[in-house]
């Protein structure tokens, strides 16, 4: 795991070098172990100092081979190509293999020239062939001088982040994170007004290739992309080299014995490190079935001492997720690590919080992810499972309800329908039923913009698309529903503030529900497989049973990571709450028509409502990184 920074100038720039390094500076998190620059001027090394047209930048967080065998930027043995490689690739012991038997000389013990030899082992230029064999995750760049272009590749599922950014000047720059553009002496932030509204008004950002940042974009996962280095500037399109709508496998006869031995497999690929591995752990289905068959391949291997997971706790939650954390770990046999989290002090750290996510985020949840991480990184952690991806492709958030009772319509499946909405009734009672209601008579629920939002002071033309409408499923199935969420939803959200919570802390975060295997047999799945009101991931429960303690698959009351936003917020200190309010609608003033429902969240004449949470959070981004509007 690592962090990625590069120019690419039209003609030879003597500072290029020194805005490389100034990069870096700006997400030194990313890798603590290691940092290295190379400079090239047309098709040949230069020193750093002297004018250069590329500089490939690199910050190392050592995971696989630790040794200097593993640094970079990585060259072949004849100099020509060059990689610097954010990620892991699971197999890259397997792709090994057919390296060794070629002759080819593998001189460290880690991925990083498994990877570089695995892409140039063949002389074809279109590289997808070979993307196709990679497990991992990673964001990488191959710059060959003889052809004089730069490829850069993200993963399958955007696990793995990589940003591009046009200077005035006319130079590229690309990175791991937006925060290293501010290196540029001719940045300057600027809104992107559609995507601002998204944010404000829905909560969503990652939906598509563009950021809250007008100029700064986004490779989209599962893309790769070519730049000519004559003519870095030139308008140029990234291409997929991942089809996820084409990726869905073939049902098997057996579906929970195949999910068992796909997360066995996936958890198994993970396990791969030359450091200690932990875990983040919920009281839900997903953390718990990766801590438990962990354990059981860790003990597999012989002594291994016990692994730690972590777990936010607020005792104040009735919600709260550590006693059901705490099973999990006690029958794995994990030390369970509490990590108390508390709302006092977020509005002193929101700053500093949004610089770590480089665009305002949804919820205070993400605030005690980050204390995860922080707790972890305290233990002398480096890599941490986490269970993202499982809810989008096993269909575990109760809108998945919704969708399929859309499907049940839709097909003239009446008798489904009614067996459906009883089942959802029984189970989370009549408001639960009425929602649902409601929901199915107006296809997109909460689709007006929130009372506060100036709307007419927004620049929508170029909002080419309305999420919201499109994500809803209602004219869709469910396994066209999880590819949205893969895709455009819920998961790239997760990932991004899983990516910059994890890396703040020098930690690797590894999804083992995203290995792609896993996933394409998870969309391959019939829905009743997955979704069967009231019980969401059906499927998974079944595989897990015999792994994970009962008491957590049978669970019906877990709810998606959260935090008591409003007690966190508002309660806790109304004084500090309203001071808060103002400040940020100083800072957002021209985008927020009337205040007054905010305030009346405050004195709690109104119900609370998230926008109260991205008003700040806005503001906070606005003004941490000088934002122009």
């Excluded at 995750?137 to 955007?158: E, K």
């Excluded at 709307?455 to 590819?483: K, Q, W, Y």
Aim: net charge negative; proline share 7%.
């Amino acid at each position: 795991m690592c962090g990625l920074a590069a120019i690419l100038c039209p003609t030879p720039r003597s500072d290029a070098g020194a805005i490389v390094a100034r990069m870096l500076d700006r997400i030194a998190h990313r890798g603590p172990d290691d940092r290295q620059c190379r400079a090239f001027r047309d098709d040949r090394p230069v020193p750093l100092d002297e004018p250069a047209t590329v500089v490939l930048g690199h910050l190392r967080l050592a995971i696989q081979d630790l040794s200097d065998a593993g640094r970079q930027p990585m060259a072949d043995p004849d100099r020509r190509r060059h990689l610097i490689f954010n990620g892991e690739i699971y197999n890259f012991i397997e792709l090994a293999g057919p390296l060794r038997a070629r002759s080819i000389p593998l001189v460290s013990a880690g991925d990083t020239e498994v990877l570089l030899h695995h892409l140039i082992a063949r002389p074809d230029e279109d590289l997808a062939p070979r993307l196709a064999d990679l497990d991992g995750m990673f964001a990488f760049m191959l710059l060959d001088l003889h052809a004089r272009r730069l490829t850069a590749v993200r993963d399958r599922f955007g696990i793995k982040p990589l940003y591009l950014w046009t200077a005035p000047d006319g130079a590229v720059l690309l990175a791991s994170e937006i925060k290293a553009f501010t290196a540029h002496p001719h940045w300057t932030a600027r809104l992107n007004h559609a995507r601002a509204h998204d944010y404000l008004a829905r909560g969503i950002i990652d939906h598509t290739a563009e950021t809250l940042f007008a100029d700064v974009r986004q490779l989209a996962p599962g893309h790769q992309l070519v730049i000519d280095l004559r003519h870095p500037a030139a308008p140029v399109s990234s291409v997929p080299w991942y089809d996820l709508d084409a990726a869905s496998a073939s049902p098997s006869e057996d579906a929970a014995e195949t999910c068992r031995a796909l997360v066995r497999h996936a958890v198994r690929m993970r396990l791969r490190a030359d450091v200690p591995i932990g875990s983040c752990l919920s009281g839900g289905v997903d953390s718990s079935a990766i801590v438990c068959m962990a354990s059981l391949l860790l003990h597999d291997g012989g002594d291994h001492p016990p692994q730690l997971t972590f777990t936010a706790s607020d005792p104040d939650d009735p919600r709260d997720e550590w006693p059901a954390a705490n099973l999990t770990a006690q029958i794995a046999g994990a030390d369970a690590v509490r990590v108390h989290t508390q709302g006092a002090t977020i509005l002193d750290r929101l700053d500093d919080l949004v610089w770590t996510q480089d665009e305002p985020f949804g919820s205070t949840s993400i605030v005690a992810q980050h204390a995860v991480f922080e707790a972890a990184a305290a233990r002398g952690l480096k890599v941490m499972l986490d269970g993202q991806g499982a809810d989008e492709i096993f269909g575990g958030y109760h809108v998945f309800f919704r969708v399929l009772l859309w499907s049940d319509l839709r097909r003239g499946r009446l008798g489904a329908f009614r067996r459906h909405l009883r089942a959802i009734r029984a189970a989370h009672g009549g408001r639960a039923a009425s929602w649902i209601a409601r929901a199915l008579a107006s296809g997109v629920p909460g689709a007006a913009p929130p009372a506060s939002l100036a709307r007419d002071v927004f620049d929508l033309h170029d909002m080419t698309v309305d999420p919201f409408r499109r994500l809803s499923g209602r004219t869709r199935g469910i396994r066209a529903f999880s590819i949205d969420q893969v895709r455009a939803a819920s998961l790239p959200m997760l990932l991004h503030w899983e990516d910059r919570n994890s890396m703040a802390h020098s930690i690797e975060a590894r999804v083992p529900f995203l290995s792609h295997p896993l996933v394409e047999f998870a969309l391959g799945l019939p829905d009743d497989a997955k979704v069967d009101p009231p019980v969401t991931k059906r499927l998974l429960r079944d595989a897990m049973r015999g792994i994970v303690p009962n008491e957590i698959l049978d669970r019906r009351d877990k709810i998606a990571f959260s935090t008591p936003e409003r007690r966190w917020l508002i309660e806790s200190d109304p004084s500090a709450a309203s001071r808060a309010l103002a400040d940020a609608i100083d800072v957002a003033g021209p985008l927020i028509r009337d205040a007054a429902p905010l305030h009346a969240m405050i004195a709690d004449e109104r119900d609370y409502d998230p926008v109260f949470w991205r008003t700040l959070c806005f503001a906070a981004w606005l003004r941490r990184f000088d934002v122009r509007m």
